[in-house]
């Protein structure tokens, strides 16, 4: 059975930690003499306040990766910002990540950490984990090595991990404890903003059920945001406060996550949530017709109607513009008609 988080509005300060604008990302490619432009993320404009969990879903190849990755100013040729900015607020203090690249730099990990996909996987298989912790975290704590390795080994034992952990190698250790070290790495300089892409997906349901309650625990001790990427939606309703729904490189729908998923507003947000198994429910799931499009060449006027159910004339020639609608915002000529899952 699919259960959704309640929000919990009343611990969420107004003023955002984080605010992305006009934000567009393009991979430019060149092929002997012949320019590529894969417009994966496509003025994106959207904020997330403090102590809130903001996720984002979309299918593969939608941008979400692009967009995070953008976001946390970890992005390499051929991914390059070509307009908008992304500005962090760290107590009290913007950081705009793309103007301020020294400051951004010294805030990673203190008061930034994002967790790559796949990060389980980048522990140095050859040293032991205590080297990572070090590596990472030590200059950015101003603690003696004595004092580190104390707060280090109280972190991990918060987290449910046994500080012997910090004498063995990688390979020693099971996925579930792998991804249980890379998230105590995220948060042990103790982060406002924590950035994380698909950090559950390579691991079972028990465990996957596990790391997210660790995820939540981490986040609701420290107080801090995170925006993560998932395209599991079950994921999105067991944590987020917030979910931001992205097609085609635009968000197409954001709202509280117990909205979009009793009353989804865009007919790509309906079809994703209707897709969703449920226990008991025998009806043939409809698959979305045809494939997401491809972003180097992208439809005319909103990118989804060519799959869309609802699709008129206006649809195929004018981008609809992402509006206030209800609880949340939405990017559709035809939300309003759109019927709930
Ligand atoms: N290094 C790259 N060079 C060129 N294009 C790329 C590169 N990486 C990603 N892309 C393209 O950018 C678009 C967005 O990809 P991105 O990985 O951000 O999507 P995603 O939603 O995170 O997908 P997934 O869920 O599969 O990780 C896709 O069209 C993809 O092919």
Known sequence: ?????????????????????????????????????????????????????????????????????????????????????????????????????????????????????GSMNVLNPVRKVKHAFHDFAFKHMGLSEQDFRARVESHLQRIGLDPRVLEAYPHQLSGGMRQRLTIGLATVCEPEFIIADEPTTALDVLVQQDVLALIKEVQQRLGSSIIFVTHDMTVHAAIADRI??????????????????????????????????????????????????????????????????????????????????QTGRVACWRAGEVEAA
């Open 1 to 117: 059975m699919l259960a959704v988080v309640e929000t919990k509005p009343a611990s969420v300060e107004a003023k955002p930690v984080l605010r992305v604008e006009g934000l567009k990302a393009y991979y430019q490619m060149n092929y002997f003499g012949v320019r590529r432009e894969v417009r994966a993320v496509d003025d994106i404009s959207l904020t997330i306040k403090r102590n809130e969990i903001y996720g984002i879903a979309g299918e593969s190849s939608s941008g979400k990766s692009s967009l995070i990755k953008t976001i946390a100013g970890a992005i390499t040729p051929p991914l390059r910002v070509v307009e908008g900015s992304v500005k962090f607020d760290f107590g009290g203090k913007e950081l705009d990540v793309y103007a301020e690249r020294p400051a951004m730099k010294a805030a990673r990990w203190k008061h930034l950490s994002y967790v790559m996909q």
């Open 244 to 325: 931001g729904i992205v097609y085609a490189g635009r968000l197409v729908e954001e709202g509280p996550t117990i909205d979009v998923f009793e009353r989804p507003q865009h007919p790509y947000t309906a079809h994703l949530i209707a897709s969703l198994p449920r226990i008991g429910d025998t009806k043939k799931r409809i698959a979305l017709p045809g494939k997401p499009p491809n972003l180097a060449d992208p439809p005319s006027g909103c990118r989804f109607h060519p799959r869309c159910p609802l699709a008129i004339d206006k649809c195929t020639r004018e981008n609809p513009p992402l509006v206030p609608r």
